[in-house]
């Protein structure tokens, strides 16, 4: 009588199975001992789901990152304007890792400073190349304010977290805990020093490989075109993100969320979600909507794209208002109102400007009309229902007009406070760039690179904002770098807002070298040069370079 066995495996996949995990018995196992199936099961048994979902998410996580990387060396290796494209493109990327964090060392590597260096490798990574940069470097009236402060910026941070290492109390830059968040902690090196330097770094380097690239009259158009791709990526991630909380999009949006540093996308106020983008927060996207919608609005009339300038920029300013409003970022609408402040005497200007520029005076009618279109229906629709403004009035009065008794404010007041102590405990020398957080730009530049660094740097800027072309610029020319000086003021109060670094950024880099390379085109055909505060002498450069503009 045979012995009954326990359940065996049978059909051809299992006994080939068997022989594998070593359990195979031969045809007339049912007269043997039962084997132990225990390798038979590992060998057969299913992968468990949630290491199934943790495989699939990782695939999917890699498959931007491969396509980013992809098109990065296709602008690297191909047409240079690629890469404007790419660099406006990645902006509304901001929560995006392009290298996986594991590979860093928790050190999160956003697209946009990427595409900044591949703009600086393949502008300035030539013999041509280091000449620009040393003549610009070297001229007073060029970039010789911005790398003194770099040099500045390299000494302080090498030196003073060293030098006052436990005498300061600082706010650091990555806050690990709730105590160091109230109480701070005392002055030492870390690893911020290093990578905020490093950013610091790229954000200083774009500004020269701006400049030289953006020389050519055919790039800057590419450039205003890049800007139109970067605003209606802009609102597309807003629209995403705003659909998110009615539809399952997670699989759509988790991808481009893998930055290692905490990610505010689920935050509501006043019962509804602050729309974030593909941003860490909504402040950092009702920041971006409003860099965006200035280099929109100011630089219109710089493209020579009609549909782009009379067509497209209109709708994509209205949107961009619109997630403005969504982000329900403090910030971001005290930024909307310093836009409508300066666009209101930007068109006043234009209205009774007596220059011959017929680039100042284009649609001012067109323009005038349509705010006062606006205006008059929105007067007609409170005169039918009055209550009707009472939710603007009310988040408006929560976001801004009661911030200050909110429990963030008081926060980033404190980090305001010390970064300012910090400076006046090291005699005005710093404490180097990235050793401590503060909520104010302005006090970051000043505590991070003390008062040398601080001075050189906003002398730079003002010599910046002041620069003028020729009588004899063409019109392009002259509405671009107008538009540039425009567009850097409502992002510059924001910065000293909520500035927590003294990194500058990369829209900060462009449109700094934007309008060099406007001064340097002008030289270079034959007008006068220009100098910088309120006079029109030229930049004259030491070396003589020779570059021929397209017309």
């Known amino acids: 009588m ?28 049912c007269r043997r001992p039962a084997p132990c199936l225990a390798a038979f099961d590992a060998a057969t048994r299913l992968t468990p789901k949630h290491q199934q979902a943790l495989e699939i998410l990782e695939i999917m996580e890699a498959i931007p990152i491969a396509l980013f990387w992809g098109l990065a060396l296709l602008g690297l290796s191909g047409k240079s304007h690629v890469l404007l494209y790419l660099f406006f493109g990645t902006m509304p990327f901001g ?35 280091l000449k620009f940069f040393a003549a610009a470097a070297y001229s007073r009236k060029r970039l010789l304010l911005l790398f003194l402060f770099w040099l500045v910026a390299i000494v302080t941070t090498i030196f003073m977290p ?45 500004v020269f490989a701006f400049a030289r690239m953006l020389r050519d009259p055919v790039q800057r158009q590419h450039a205003l075109s890049a ?7 802009t609102v597309f991630t807003g629209i995403l993100d705003f659909l998110s909380q009615y539809v399952a999009l997670d699989a759509l949006l988790s991808p481009f969320r893998t930055a290692t540093y905490a990610l505010m996308t689920e935050a509501q106020t006043l019962g509804g979600k602050r729309v974030v983008g593909l941003m860490p927060e909504a402040s950092a996207y009702g920041g971006l909507c409003i860099s965006f919608l200035c280099l929109i609005y100011f630089l219109r009339h710089a493209m020579t794209d009609r549909w782009l300038r009379e067509r497209a920029s209109p709708a994509l300013a209205a949107l961009l208002v619109l997630f403005i409003w969504l982000s329900t970022s ?9 836009f409508g402040l300066i666009a209101a005497m930007e068109w006043a200007w234009r209205k009774n400007s007596k220059s011959a520029d017929t680039f100042a005076r284009r649609r001012l009618g067109f323009e005038f009309w349509t705010a006062f279109s606006a205006l008059l229906g929105l007067s007609l629709v409170l005169l039918v229902n009055p209550s009707l403004l009472d939710p603007i009035v009310g988040k408006i009065d929560e976001m801004v007009l009661s911030k ?18 910090a400076l006046a405990d090291t005699w005005g020398l710093g404490v180097g ?18 008062v040398t660094g601080g001075l050189l740097y906003f002398a730079f800027v003002v010599q910046t904002l002041l620069s003028r072309l020729p009588s004899g610029a063409d019109g392009v020319s002259r509405a ?14 924001i910065g000293l807002l909520a500035g927590t670094t003294a990194d500058f950024g990369s829209y900060n880099a462009f449109l700094y070298g934007v309008s060099l390379a406007l001064t340097i085109s002008a030289a270079k055909q034959g007008h006068r040069p220009v100098e910088n505060p309120g006079s029109a002498t030229a930049i004259s450069p030491p070396f003589n370079l020779r570059y021929r503009l397209q017309k």
């Open 480 to 493: 671009m770098l107008r538009g540039v000086h425009l567009a850097y003021i409502p992002a510059f109060i």
């Open 404 to 421: 200050s008794q909110t429990r963030s404010y008081e926060e980033r007041s404190m980090w305001t406070a010390v970064g300012w102590q």
């Open 227 to 233: 800007m139109y791709l970067g605003a209606a990526l």
């Open 433 to 450: 760039i990235g050793s401590t957080r503060t909520s104010n730009f302005a006090a970051a530049v000043f505590s991070n690179t003390g």
């Open 95 to 129: 929560a995006f890792a392009v290298i996986p964090p594991a590979l860093t060392g928790g050190l999160t590597l956003t697209p946009t400073p990427m595409l900044a260096l591949l703009i600086i490798i393949r502008s300035l990574c030539s013999w041509g190349g």
């Open 2 to 29: 045979l012995r009954q066995t326990g359940p065996v495996p049978s059909g051809c996949a299992s006994n080939a199975a068997m022989r594998r995990c070593g359990a195979w018995q031969g045809n007339d196992h």
């Open 162 to 206: 060293r030098f006052f290492a436990g005498e300061v109390s600082i706010i650091p830059v990555r806050l690990e805990q709730l105590v160091v968040a109230t109480t701070g902690e005392p002055l030492k090196p870390t690893t911020q020093n290093f990578s905020q330097l490093a950013y610091l770094t790229i954000s200083i380097f774009a």
């Open 330 to 338: 403090s910030g971001a609408y005290v930024g909307l109102a310093v």
